[in-house]
């Protein structure tokens, strides 16, 4: 899996499978910090069992869920997900690196892999609160207003190359 080289200060790369753990920490971290306090108790419980669950796990290890990693020294730094071939599944950036870039490289890289090595179009997902400005930012546009199921809100996106 080859993407375009698109420059960063921080190694961006496909995670490996002993990686996994480590990147589910730092997007629990995350979300608990930035978003959990959006949504109930529910959604939280939903959200935690999706991260520390065995069937991202078993898809990742398939290669059925593509996970790429942002790292800074060897430390995950943030993170990037697609499953069911183009909708972005999780996109996390540890606090201290924040408005730094890393989310936007590890998007556009993903981006860039669908498009040459996937062949595909465009780039779904159901964006949180937190991150619908970002995903504006980003070029995706809304398709369907904000809606809630198991305690998550979520607005869905989509980005067409």
Partial sequence: MNTKTIWSPYEIRW?????WRPVMRMIWRTFMKFEG????????RNFFYFVTGNELYTLFLRGEYLL?????????????????RNHLSL???????HRMGVG??????????????VGERYMSVQAAPYAVNFY??????TVRPEMEYGGI???LMEKIF
């Fill in 153 to 155: 809100r979520v607005t």
């Fill in 91 to 97: 996109l996390f950036v540890d606090e201290n690196y």
């Fill in 37 to 44: 306090k959006e949504y109930s108790e529910e959604g939280i």
């Fill in 15 to 19: 995670a490996r499978p002993e990686e």
């Fill in 104 to 117: 936007c490289t590890i998007l556009e890289k993903l981006c860039e892999y669908l498009k040459t090595e």
């Fill in 68 to 84: 790429m990693v942002a790292l800074d020294e060897g430390n995950i730094i943030g993170a990037g997900s697609v499953r069911n």
């Fill in 136 to 141: 504006r930012k980003q070029g995706f546009r």
